[in-house]
């Protein structure tokens, strides 16, 4: 009963906003009413993930009685919940960040229509984990792309903006078009059929069909996703959205790409072939480490952190991929494994990828720049972002005892764990993909480091800089809570783990096989070969902390305050220009992985009239070669242009032509609907 209520509240919550946000006026009382919305439905959205997760139950919901909504099917399961507390809770912040950041907007842009497309995108996502049948799914998944579309679109008097929007619109419905042609497959062709029946018909599929179902299903999925080489619109889309809006696409939306995958691969097809795996895996890896690479030549802060979820989709991937291939060889605690940590760190991405969007917005707030070049000293002018962005740059670097560090650790030790694979030649993927992903980690702690070197440390290199403020409450308030849930997160897998061990019992088939933890604090590989006790190292962190002072007072440490000035390189003072650039942070990876960049560089030096050995100026521009949209993307839109050219002829004007061209449109479809 409890469920179905929070389940009505929610609903009515996103609703409501929604509804409310379009018929009221402007300025705060359109913020108001949008954020009591958001964070009302999210606030339930989170209690009913939470007690489904708990209490393991399930509830069922179908509308095929009610004409409005005749054949929608809602279904929650262990694995939905765990999704709508990842939206519940991604959606709480961002309903409380965006009351004071969207006080930007005011009297610039409709706050109305932000507002509504902000609770519907909610509502949409609620939805899409509980939809039991593919016409369900398929209305969700549209509603979502589309609200998103609006939100990213929101300073649509920008051509960045437009650009970022068309791009991420056409990815999406090409995206929508495979998973259309995938249910068709799976459902034969009755969009209605509940997810139970798919199962039970997924058996009767020949192996050419189910092939073809996965791998529609990891275009689909992996376009939302953003995997490589599907990730071209993210890292444009992100960064031009409001930075609320930003933290909920990739925290939340980008998601449903994994939930889906997981949901079609695991949950209706029952797992498959080793290929399946393999590839996903190869995929995840890839657009791990090619992520991280690309974030670490940007200067733009959200652009860094939009390349920073390509990454991370990237690690989540390798999980599944590495549970997929324990589950085609029927090794099903591994799998477990595998699947554990990839749907561990979809929960824990979300939490630290959303706090860093957010920080970002209140510092391009403060400084009306994403530019870290320049930004600069920031963390005397804004203490409470700095610290909060610190947690999340701390969480995505995987540092212990933080949340990233937890999962990260579990998809380590399932691709260790993959010497048990019988056929050698699987096995070997395994040692190389723990390779990139130790790359990858290592250079993830070299990006936040400049991240967070060159945006909060030092002095400002611009006037807005040095005069920035601090957040308002309301930001500050958002940005909390998830610094909050990252350090929870990080201390508490011992109470993580084991529900989605049992979250996934029956999934494809996997036993009730639980993950624990020895006395609620280490979990161990499953051959024994390592523990880790995240709560026990943040005790001992804790511990050498509280030594520091006193080991101090053993000494007798002089503790009293000296300011004096910094080393100056024998200048009489500091200033900007002597800083550390987020250019020269770059430049020895850039030169390590030039054949992956191709930098072209442009360097122009002026000199003094009257003398060449005195230089007035020096100016430097490199730039990285976009292989996939060059390589990739450019030839197929210069064949959409060619195709376009050549069907704007048919526009002869003749009313005449038209008919005949609707007469023979019609005919194809009678003969296709015939064979």
């Known amino acids: ?128 984990v509980m939809a039991d049948n593919a016409l369900t799914f398929l209305i969700a998944w549209e509603a979502m792309s589309l609200s998103a579309y609006l939100l990213v679109l929101t300073e649509h008097d920008k051509a960045e903006t437009v650009r970022a929007a068309v791009w991420y619109i056409a990815m999406t419905h090409a995206g929508f078009a495979a998973l259309m042609a995938m249910f068709l497959l799976m459902s034969g062709s009755d969009l209605t059929t509940s997810f139970a029946a798919m199962r039970a018909n997924a058996a009767a599929l020949s192996p050419a069909a189910r092939n073809l179902v996965f791998l529609l299903a990891l275009f689909g999925f992996g376009t939302k996703a953003g995997v490589v080489p599907l990730h071209v619109w993210l890292p444009m889309a992100h960064p031009v959205a409001p930075s609320h809006v930003s933290a909920l696409m990739s925290g939340v939306v980008i998601k449903m790409g994994i939930y889906g995958l997981v949901r079609v691969a695991l949950d209706l097809l029952g797992g498959g072939p080793v290929w399946w795996g393999g590839v996903v895996l190869g995929i995840g890896a890839i657009s791990a480490l090619l992520g991280v690479l690309y974030a670490l030549m940007e200067h733009d802060l959200k652009r860094l952190l939009a390349y920073h979820s390509v990454e991370n989709i990237g690690i989540i991937l390798i999980g599944v991929g590495a549970g997929l291939i324990f589950h085609s060889y029927g090794l099903m605690p591994l799998a477990a494994l595998g699947f554990i940590g990839g749907l561990y760190h979809t929960l824990n991405h979300a939490t630290f990828k959303g706090l860093l969007f957010l920080c970002a917005g209140s510092v391009s707030h403060a400084t009306h720049t994403r530019n870290m070049e320049e930004m600069g000293g920031l963390i005397k002018r804004m203490p409470v972002t700095a610290l909060c962005f610190l947690i999340g740059a701390a969480a995505i670097s995987a540092l212990p005892p933080l949340n990233g560090f937890a999962s990260e650790w579990i998809v380590f030790q399932s691709l260790l764990e993959g010497v048990k694979i019988p056929k050698p030649e699987v096995a070997m993927i395994m040692p190389i993909a723990v390779g990139m992903l130790a790359l990858t980690g290592g250079l993830a702690v070299a990006c936040f480091v400049k991240a967070f070197g060159i945006t909060f440390l030092a002095i400002p290199r611009t006037q807005e800089a040095e005069h920035a403020e601090e957040a308002p409450l309301s930001m500050r308030a958002g940005m909390a809570l998830l610094a909050l849930a990252c350090v929870a997160l990080g201390l508490a897998p011992f109470a993580v783990v084991p529900m989605m061990s049992r979250m996934l019992a029956g999934l494809g088939g996997l036993p009730d096989t639980r993950a624990e933890f020895a006395r609620n604090l280490s979990l161990a590989a499953p051959n024994g070969s390592s523990l880790m006790s995240p709560t026990l190292v943040a005790a001992g962190l804790l511990i050498i902390l509280c030594l520091a002072p006193l080991v101090m007072l053993l000494l007798r440490v002089n503790r009293k305050l000296r300011v004096s000035e910094s080393w100056g390189c024998g200048r009489i003072g500091q200033t900007p220009r002597m800083e550390y650039t987020a250019t020269a942070f770059a430049e020895p990876l850039r030169r390590v992985f030039a054949e992956l960049y191709r930098p072209t560089k442009e360097l122009t030096i002026d000199f003094h009239p009257e003398s060449k050995y005195f230089v007035q100026s020096i100016e430097y521009r490199s730039e990285i070669t976009p292989w996939f949209e060059k390589y990739l993307y450019d030839p197929c839109l210069w064949f959409v242009r060619l195709i376009a050219a050549v069907v704007r002829r048919l526009q ?21 609907a015939r064979m």
């Open 1 to 128: 009963m409890i469920q179905k209520t929070l389940f009505l509240v929610m609903i009515t919550a996103w609703i409501a906003g929604a509804a409310a946000s379009l018929v009221t006026g402007r300025g705060a009382i359109a913020r108001v009413v949008a954020a009591l919305g958001a964070g009302a439905g999210s606030a339930a959205c989170l209690l009913l993930g939470v007690t489904a997760l708990i209490t393991g139950q399930t509830l069922s919901l179908s509308l095929a009685q009610m004409p409005p909504v005749g054949g929608l099917m809602l279904r929650l399961d262990g694995l939905g919940a765990l999704f709508l507390v990842i939206i519940g809770l991604i959606g709480l912040a961002v309903a409380i960040y965006g009351f004071g950041y969207s006080a930007n907007y005011a009297g610039r842009y409709s706050l109305r229509t932000a507002g509504a497309m902000l609770n519907l995108l909610m509502l949409a996502l609620g939805l899409q």
């Open 652 to 672: 002869s004007g003749s009313l005449s032509a038209y008919l005949v061209y609707v007469a023979i449109a019609l005919l194809i479809l009678l003969l296709t």
